[in-house]
Structures are given as C-alpha cells and as structure tokens.
C-alpha cells in the first residue's frame, strides 16, 4: 500500500498503465497455467520506471504466486454470506461451495502452515460439501507447495506460509473441519497394481491382434494436438501435419509417429499422458495448460486416456519426445520406456537429434517384429485382418505393401495432412487434409481398400456426398453385392475422427460415426435420417440408369429400401428370369388372382430337405416361372454386428416407413388389386434340379372376392 501510494505520487496513472499494462495482462493470463511454467509465461523482473527509485523492482512471478494463493485460499465465510445466499439460491455444486464456505472461520497460521477451522459441525446430509471442502484444502496446499518449490528453485525468498494443515488425509482435516454423527474415511476406489490393469485393458485385450491399431490410435492423438494448435494458432494449418516413419537401424525396425501439433509440458509428459483411463482433453489439465482452448471450440476423438499404452502392442522400448509449440527450442524433453510398463519409465532433455523444431511430439517405438513378416502392418494380409472380416489368403509368399497403402485404409477421412517416410526415403503426402470431400470416387473407394478394380470403376460414378446445410456426413454409394463377396465387391467405412472404427456392408464410400466404445472397433453413422433418404432416392436414380448387372440392381433395392427411401426404377423382384421394378410388378399382379412369394433372390441348397447333391444343385437349378423372387428382407449393414442402423434413426415418424422387399412387394399387391391381399404361409415347389422338386416356404397373397 505504502508503495501504491508513492508510485502514484511518482507517475501519473495514465504512465503507470503504460509501463506495466503488459506485465498485469501476463499474470492475469497466468492464472490458470501450471506454477512451474510462470518465468516463462510472466517473464523476468521489471526496473523503476521515472521518478520512481531506482531501487525499486516489479517481480511478476511473485506477483502471480501470491495473487493464485490468496485467491485458492480465501474459501471461509466471508465468500458466503446467509443473506446473499438466500437471494442467489445456489444449486447443485454451487450449493456444496456456498454450504462448506459458510461454515468456515478465517483461516490462521501456525509456524508454516494455514489452518482452515469449523464453526459448525458438518452433519451427515453435508457430506458431500465437506468432501468438497476438503478437495478444495487439497488445491490450496498443493498451491502453496509448488509456489514455494518453485521460489526455492529459483532463489527467491520463500513465503512464509508453505503448506494447508489437514490436507494429507480426510481424517487430519476432520480434527480441525469437524463432522458430527459421520467418519470421513477415504474409500476411494483404488488400483493397486497399475502395471497389470494398463498390461490387461490397454492392449490386446481392449483392441485385439491388429498392429495397426496402436498406429491408429498415436495418429489420433496427433491429430488432436493439431487441432487444439489450429485454435491456438491462427493460420497453422497450412504447415499441420503428422509423419509416420518407419525405419530400420542397427539390426531393428522402429516406427515413428510425429505430430507439430500444441506439444507437451513436463508436467503433462509426465502426468497426464501416463494417467491411464484419463483423457488431457477432458482434465482440468487442459484449461491449467492452455488458458481459453476449450471455450474455442475444441473437438478432440480422444476421450478415454488409453489410446497411448496401445504402442506398447508393437514394442516395449518407447521414447516419446515432446515440445510445446510456444516454448523455447532447447526445452523439448524426452520420456523414455525401456522395458514397457514394467520399469519405470526415465525422463531426460531432447538432444540435438531428438529435437522439434516445428513443437509438437513424436513417439518412437522398437518394434518387436518386422513390419514386412507374416502378420506384420506391411504385409497384404495386415490390412484386411484390420476390418470387421477375417481372411486368409494362405499366399505362399507374402507380399509387401508401402506405408502409405496401410495408412490409407487406416484414416481415409481425416482432417490433418499424413505424411509417410519409408527406410529413409523422401517424405510423401500420404492423404491432404479432408481431401476425402473432394478427390476422384475412385481414389476414394481404392482408399479404402477390399474393392476389386473392375468393382471400383462401376461404382465410382455413382458416389454422392451426404450432406446438408449443416455439413458433410459421408461420401459413397449404394452397391448391391452381398457383403462377404469381396472378390468382386466393395466395402464401405464408418470413421470416427476421419479414422476407421468399422466396416460397411451395401454401402462404398466413408461415413461419419461417433462412438462411446473405448476401442474405437464399432460405431455408428451421425448421418441425419432426411439426409440418408434423401442420398438413398438420388442412389436409386443414379443405380437404375447406369449399366450394372440386373442382379446387384435387385440387391440395391433393398438397401435402398433399408435407408427409408423409394426404390425408383430398380428391379424389386424376379420371374421366370425377367427383373420387375414397382411399375412392372404393379402391372403384372394386376393380371393375377394369386401371388406367391419366396423372400430372397436366390434358393439356397438344404442338405435335411433336398434330394440331390449340393453341386448339381448349383448347377442345375432352376426356379418355378410363376414365383415371384425379392430380394432377402433387411440386409444387415454390419455384418455380423446385429447393430440396428439405420433403423434406430428411421424410426423417426418422418418419411417413408422402412420397408423389406417383402413389404414393399406387398404394398404393391394392394395398389394392384386396390384391396389388401389375404395372406398365409404354404409349402410349394419353387424350382427343380433335373427331375428333382426343391420344396420351400413360401408367402401366398390371395386376391379378396369383388376385386
């Protein structure tokens, strides 16, 4: 006070904003960084300014340490009046904050320690504020304990406060912030061996065999710490990028994966990254560490705190260099795992090689075996084992493919550039940036991989974008192929993140998904149900006009109708060899009195009723001329999922029902005849082998008498 008063006799107001108008802003924006980062972030200590003596200096790291502390600790009653309590009625956490602050007297200090005291006693419905308050003591002393180890570090003298008495256990706080009627026993749940929980649910187990998950999961969070960039940093995007190397040295492969995104701090090298089962983007961590990032919007895919141990998959020797983008070039730190999560990992400066000159991280792993063996992330089969369906080519010699091929498949949608380097060669653009929104379908689709080539040129004319004044949901096509047949057939993808959590069936091309599984190995379409009807009629237009075969025009039509649209001009059914759309049907059931239908396109053999062999079946069959064929009701979209979508967003009351081929040939009947159809099941013959009948189930549509 003594000294406010002789500076505001020395300079005019309007000079002392000037001079130290900086500095104030520095240590107002310090408030929420981590102590430890406050030399940085406030700078160095200030000289007088003018008539002030010359012997007077400003030191803004204890400016900012003392208004923090003062402003943790001053939790008593002073914060909580009863009567402004009354007026505001606080509710739910702000209730707890206002209970516990009301009951507590002026804090007091015994040698080095505050000592926070009740008035009241905290009965047994206060419970939960006196928890609250005892997590709140915990703030103050850790507070006070960082303050006074930073001062101690860098040789200034040291407050005289150091610490919150009771702040060690709930038991010592409650001899000083008593309960009545109740005992605050700490009965947290705990993990006692941190090593075998992180072995168990952060590897094979969680994620299963494939080796390109872990690469998946480093990719994402890569691209997290890009995305928080391109907010914190207007105009990064244009040098955003993530790297993956693999490279070969002393005998070894070992595999890199380097982000120039907001890079990290010690503290978050060292606590929030290994803090298993917990996100940095949904901690307090993150507003300590980067001040206003979550109120600008900040999306991030991660959101367990797991995806990082998933390396420990490929290798047990992990070296995780990191810098934050604004520190100083020489403060890069290196957090280094030498027998994976059994020893304690080590911590050490970057050295010249280490180093990023661009901020960000990279994370190097050994790998445990080559990447171009039997099983490896380079070799054909690798990529295929990654989708929803498993195969073995059983190739007599395996074949390598190039890092990009891999990752292709891996994040087709994402919003960062990837960048491969391969056994030292020049870097290559592996996939730009969304350029999913606007490269060739064909490129799109070979992206994505399981297409033959003569697949991908019949169906790439047909992609669309599934979209709305809201955005972009998906880019792709209906295509009519069953879904295990992928010699000659497409796959489609549902990404989360622009990275891939599942495969498709009946659909080629990327969907957006979102998910609530920590793997990240199944998710659902974001696609709004009008704009999947909307994409789905277009499908039908386009699919009808164009030169597929009739068969897969028959199969697109259920999936069409499985997307709550019109099947337009596609083939609902087959008779005796010829394929009828809606108008077709319609005109030919109006000729008939009877209708009779088997549902699927295709009678399959069946060893218990059949009196033929199964090849002579396959060869020889041939369906009765006066059954109507549809094709089989509802085909799944995941296979082998039992995921409802995208019945659990057509269900909405809006549109066109969903239909099967059945029903939708059903409605048709009653259109022709003007009448609802009677219906029964029957057994009857719907094809021959030779001289051999092939009886099945069968759905029978009886016109009513008097139409």
Not at 184 to 199: E, M, Y
Not at 523 to 529: C, E, N
Request: charged residues 25%.
């Amino acid at each position: 006070e003594i000294y406010t008063l002789s500076l505001h006799d020395a300079l005019p107001i309007s000079e002392i904003r000037s001079c130290y108008g900086p500095v104030i802003g520095r240590i107002a924006r310090s408030h929420n960084d981590p102590v430890s980062s406050l030399p940085r972030v406030v700078g160095n200590q200030i000289g007088a300014f003018c008539d002030a003596p010359s012997d007077w200096v400003v030191d803004p790291v204890r400016l900012a340490s003392l208004l923090r502390c003062a402003d943790a600790a001053h939790i008593d009653h002073r914060r909580a009046p009863h009567f402004l309590q009354l007026l505001v009625s606080p509710e739910r956490v702000s209730a707890l904050h206002w209970t516990f602050q009301a009951k507590l007297a002026k804090p007091r200090v015994e040698e080095d320690a505050l000592v926070f005291s009740s008035g009241p006693d905290f009965c047994l419905d206060e419970a939960d504020a006196w928890w609250l308050c005892f997590e709140t003591v915990r703030i103050i002393d850790r507070e006070l304990r960082e303050v006074d180890r930073l001062f101690e570090n860098t040789g200034r003298c040291r407050f005289a406060v150091r610490r919150v008495i009771g702040a060690e256990s709930p038991l010592a706080l409650a001899a000083h912030v008593r309960t009545r009627g109740w005992e605050p026993v700490d009965a947290q749940l705990k993990v006692s061996d941190v090593r075998q929980i992180v072995t168990l649910f952060g590897g094979r187990h969680l994620y299963g065999d494939s080796d390109l998950v872990p690469i998946r999961e480093l990719i994402q969070n890569g691209a997290d710490a890009i995305r928080a960039r391109y907010l914190l940093q207007p105009g990064f995007s244009e040098h955003a990028n993530v790297t993956v190397r693999v490279i070969e040295a002393d005998g070894s492969f070992w595999l890199e994966v380097q982000d120039n995104g907001v890079g990290m701090s010690r503290r978050t090298l060292t606590d929030s990254l290994l803090d298993f089962g917990r996100s940095f983007w949904n901690s307090s961590a993150v507003r300590e560490e980067f001040a206003g990032l979550l109120g600008k919007g900040l999306s991030t895919t991660g959101r367990f705190g797991v995806g990082f141990f998933s390396v420990f998959m490929l290798g047990d020797t992990v070296r995780v260099t990191s810098r934050r983008y604004d520190a100083a070039l020489d403060s890069a730190l290196t957090l280094e795992f030498r027998s994976g999560v059994e020893v304690r990992p080590i911590i050490h400066r970057a050295d010249n090689v280490e180093s990023l000159p661009e901020g960000g991280t990279r994370v190097c792993v050994r790998l445990k075996n080559s990447p171009y063996e039997k099983g490896g992330f380079l070799a054909r089969s690798a990529v295929l084992d990654f989708t929803s369906f498993k195969f073995d080519f059983r190739l007599g010699q395996i074949e390598r493919i190039d890092l990009a091929e891999a990752l292709g498949p891996l994040c087709p949608s994402i919003d960062v550039c990837i960048r491969t380097e391969e056994n030292g060669n020049p870097a290559k653009l592996c996939i730009d940036a969304d350029d999913w929104l606007t490269i060739n379908p064909e490129v799109l689709l070979r992206r994505i991989g399981l297409g033959s080539d003569g697949s991908i040129r019949h169906y790439a004319p047909l992609v669309r974008p599934l979209a709305d004044a809201n955005g972009t949901y998906g880019r792709a096509c209906v295509h009519g192929v069953g879904p295990m047949d992928f010699g000659h057939g497409l796959s489609g993808v549902v990404t989360v993140g622009g990275l891939l959590a599942t495969r498709l069936s009946h659909v080629a091309g990327v969907l957006k998904g979102s998910t609530n599984v920590i793997s990240r190995q199944s998710a659902i379409p974001i696609v709004p149900s009008s704009v999947l009807r909307c994409w789905a009629r277009e499908q039908a237009d386009l699919i009808s006009a164009s030169a597929l075969h009739d068969a897969g025009k028959l199969r697109a039509a259920a999936v069409v109708l499985r997307c709550g649209a019109e099947p337009g001009g596609l083939p609902i059914a087959t008779r005796d060899g010829e394929y009828l759309n809606a108008s077709q049907l319609r005109d030919a059931i109006s000729r008939l009195d009877e209708v009779v239908v088997f549902d699927d396109e295709d009678v399959s053999y069946d060893e218990d009723t059949d009196a033929c062999h199964p090849k002579q079946f396959e060869k020889d069959f041939e369906p009765a001329s006066d059954i109507f064929f549809v094709s089989k009701s509802k085909p799944n979209m995941f296979a082998g999922t039992g995921t409802d979508w995208p019945d659990s967003i057509l269900n909405d009351g809006q549109g066109q029902a969903q239909l099967s081929c059945l029903q939708f040939l059903e409605r048709t009947i009653s259109l022709a005849w003007g009448a609802d159809p009677e219906e029964h099941e029957s057994e009857q013959v719907v094809g021959t082998v030779i001289s051999t009948e092939i009886v099945r189930s069968v759905s029978v549509f009886v016109k009513p008498d008097g139409h």
